[in-house]
């Protein structure tokens, strides 16, 4: 059987639910949109934990609100009105330093008095101001140490561990910071680029509708977790579950044929949603430049603790930089965040293993696993007895590393959407991958996908004179 589509969106995770989202609400939006999910469930790497008044994450745990895509979306879906916020401004973000937590600065008064660099150190940061852009093809751990010298690694790795759990010596910078190459390229500093861009910001008042910027971005999750953000999204949407596509066709009248274990589906114009590697693997046939992007897969083990035995710092949490030899790749300090998080009297910690570096603390068993992180933990908090419940979840999805040659994966992307104007490419990985990377990339794959289809019907409708 076959059935025909204006639009086929190829996978119901954030990507896809996202850009089906943007499509419904866009000008000229088409009558009917499929999306067409592998798994049982849509939402992919997000899924909430609950168990024994405890409440924790498989994958993502929160996004900033700095964005317009995100804020965009919350709005338009009621949202807002139900996301939780925890303000960076009153939320210190700690990092492992010489065996003890050290807030991270968050302003440039903060950065002078803080003991994570030492006076030359900070001094350093301004060298930034005198060093040519760096040529492309660099890591982000060289870009740093090039730009603001060598005290500033361990902090540039905390970061990336916590973003990407990946090695900031592999990362691309030009993958993983375009807009601060941007910055370097065309300030030839970034500092002085991003003064630049605030004073330019500055003069400019906000858009109808659009808030002042904030000073610092807050945190932003929903009362049941991250999974409400998918049920909302999943509304009025037309899916169907436990459908793989095995085989994509491009046909002679500019639209795509997509085959599935059930029956063949036809459509003018295809998004794929996919994870980067899910995605390769379906584009095999137009010859991708790598068959595979590394992966990093990390698990998160929810830790309950009673008040009265271990005393957590007000904050988001805490990462340990690879120099510091610690079994836990950082912990997030949940319930401090969202005291809704644990039970009245209890501490939720979401303690985070694996990553790039250490793929093999992955096959330990859950025991083990807890108590090397019980050990951590007792020498950076204070601490006085094991936790009174721990749970390690093992999420099968991996976080996409975006290495030395993603940019030739991009590069491939590009012609092959330009050769194909009826086909999008975004997902996790692609263009980042943060919630609001992939919020703000589906919502320019509808736009470019309408653009598209914009062309296609002037084209079609032009008169002809003789």
């Known amino acids: 059987m076959e059935e025909q589509y204006q639009v086929i969106i190829v996978g119901a995770g954030l990507s896809g639910l996202a850009a089906a989202h943007f499509l419904a609400r866009s000008q000229g939006a088409p009558e009917r949109v499929l999306l067409l999910e592998k798994e049982e469930r849509a939402g992919g790497a997000i899924e909430s934990f ?18 317009p ?17 925890a303000p960076l401004g009153r939320n210190v973000r700690y990092v492992c330093h010489h065996g003890r937590l050290m807030a991270l600065p968050q302003s440039p008064l903060a950065l002078l008095r803080t003991p994570l660099l030492t006076p030359g150190g900070k001094l350093r940061l301004l060298g930034d101001l005198y060093k040519k852009p760096l040529a492309d093809g660099h890591s982000v751990g060289q870009w740093a140490a090039y730009r603001f010298g060598p005290q500033v690694l361990p902090l540039v790795d905390a970061a990336v561990t916590g973003t990407y759990a990946g090695d900031f010596q592999r990362l691309s910078i030009d993958a993983v910071m375009p807009g601060a190459r941007r910055l370097e390229k065309t300030y030839g500093s970034l500092l002085r680029g991003l003064l630049k861009e605030r004073k330019r910001k500055g003069a400019v008042p906000p858009a109808a509708g659009e ?19 998918v049920q909302r999204l999943r509304e009025e949407r037309e899916i169907v579950y436990n459908c793989p596509v095995t085989t994509l066709k491009p046909l002679a009248d500019g639209g795509w044929e997509l085959v599935t274990p059930q029956r063949i589906y036809r459509c003018r114009q295809l998004l794929l949603a996919l994870p980067v590697n899910r995605a390769l693997a379906l584009l095999d046939q137009f010859a991708p ?27 988001f949490g805490y990462l340990a930089p690879e120099r510091e030899n610690r079994f836990t790749l950082g912990a997030l300090f949940s319930s401090q965040m969202f005291p809704q998080r644990a ?43 094991p936790p009174v419940f721990s749970r390690v979840l093992r999420s099968p ?21 330009e050769d194909h104007p009826s086909l999008q490419i975004t997902g996790f990985g692609w263009d980042g991958i943060g919630m ?9 794959a509808v736009e470019r996908l309408q653009r598209s289809h914009r062309e296609q019907e002037e084209a079609a409708v032009r008169p002809v004179y003789f």
Do not use: C
């Open 343 to 385: 039970p009245a009297g209890h501490h939720l910690l979401e303690a985070l293993v694996g990553g790039r570096r250490h793929p093999e603390r992955l096959d330990l068993d859950d025991e083990t696993i807890i108590r090397e992180i019980h050990r951590d933990l007792r020498q950076l908090l204070p601490i006085s007895a």
């Open 436 to 444: 609001n990377d992939m919020m703000k990339a589906a919502k320019q």
């Open 289 to 315: 430049p790598l068959t595979a992007i590394p992966e990093a897969r990390i698990l998160t083990v929810a830790l309950g603790f009673r008040q009265q035995d271990a005393q957590i710092p007000v904050g």
């Open 211 to 229: 808030q002042a910027p904030k000073r610092l971005p807050a945190m932003t999750t929903f009362p049941g977790g991250m999974t409400r953000l």
């Open 50 to 67: 609950q168990e024994a008044g405890y409440q924790a994450e498989w994958g993502p745990h929160g996004f900033l609100d700095n964005n």
């Open 397 to 417: 999805a991996g976080i996409p590393q975006l290495e030395e040659n993603h940019l030739k994966l991009l590069d491939w992307r590009e012609q092959l959407q």
């Open 69 to 85: 895509e995100s804020r965009e979306l919350l709005a338009a879906t009621g949202l807002e009105a139900e996301a939780l916020k």
